[in-house]
T-cell receptor, first 113, second 114 residues
Framework: DTAVSQTPKYLVTQMGNDKSIKCEQN?????MYWYKQDSKKFLKIMFS???????INETVPNRFSPKSPDKAHLNLHINSLELGDSAVYFC????????????FGPGTRLTVT | GESVGLHLPTLSVQEGDNSIINCAYS??????FIWYKQESGKGPQFIID?????DKRQGQRVTVLLNKTVKHLSLQIAATQPGDSAVYFC?????????????FGGGTRLMVKP
């Protein structure tokens, strides 16, 4: 199926640990994104990559490091996890120009204890 | 319900009635707007979009209205069904010189009573 996929779906970990979330899209899009959705459902962009290049970094702590090995993948690595990092993280992809619609993955619920 | 700030307002409607979800957007330079539907445990799903040179667009059972004068967007759902129960987000697109960026509103929860 053509889609945006993320792994894992759920991630429970302790403070101070380092974890990664993977994202893949097979829609042929040039641009990929990471969003954070808090407990109040507020959805905020974190990063945007176009053809493996970082184009938007919305004042996210440098503990968060996105990596794009190719334009179909955008992974998110988080160092030294904190309680406030608990949220649902969504990956999305889109054309980036012209048609601005973004297609979202199913989300990764991160719980930091 | 009106979707502003960080709270999550709720709109409760009877099955078969029409629903209207409102959104106030922030940037007068925004050139494109989208409505997304997010069901529990899932990612946001595209419903309908509209460009800033239009004031109305219709889809299947849904209509989006854009009022640029007051920076207001609304989503109308005709004959609301239980499957329409979800959180609805409006999003505006604008170019901040780094690239095109979607900024999401706070969301409105739609509950459909059978």
């Amino acid at each position: 199926d053509t889609a945006v996929s993320q792994t894992p779906k759920y991630l429970v970990t302790q403070m101070g640990n380092d974890k990664s979330i993977k994202c893949e899209q097979n829609l042929g899009h040039d641009t990929m994104y990471w969003y954070k959705q808090d407990s109040k459902k507020f959805l905020k962009i974190m990063f945007s990559y176009n053809n493996k290049e970082l184009i938007i970094n919305e004042t996210v702590p440098n503990r968060f490091s996105p990596k794009s090995p190719d334009k179909a993948h955008l992974n998110l690595h988080i160092n030294s996890l904190e309680l406030g990092d608990s949220a649902v993280y969504f990956c999305a992809s889109g054309h980036g120009t012209g048609n601005y619609e973004q297609y979202f993955g199913p989300g990764t619920r991160l719980t930091v204890t | 319900g009106e979707s502003v700030g960080l709270h999550l307002p709720t709109l409760s409607v009877q099955e078969g009635d029409n629903s209207i979800i409102n959104c106030a957007y922030s940037n007068s330079a925004s050139d494109y707007f989208i409505w997304y539907k997010q069901e529990s445990g899932k990612g946001p799903q595209f419903i309908i979009d509209i460009r800033s040179n239009m004031d109305k667009r219709q889809g299947q059972r849904v209509t989006v209205l854009l009022n640029k004068t007051v920076k207001h967007l609304s989503l109308q759902i005709a004959a609301t069904q239980p499957g329409d129960s979800a959180v609805y987000f409006c999003a505006e697109n604008w170019n901040n010189n780094a690239g095109n960026m979607l900024t999401f509103g706070g969301g409105t929860r739609l509950m459909v009573k059978p």
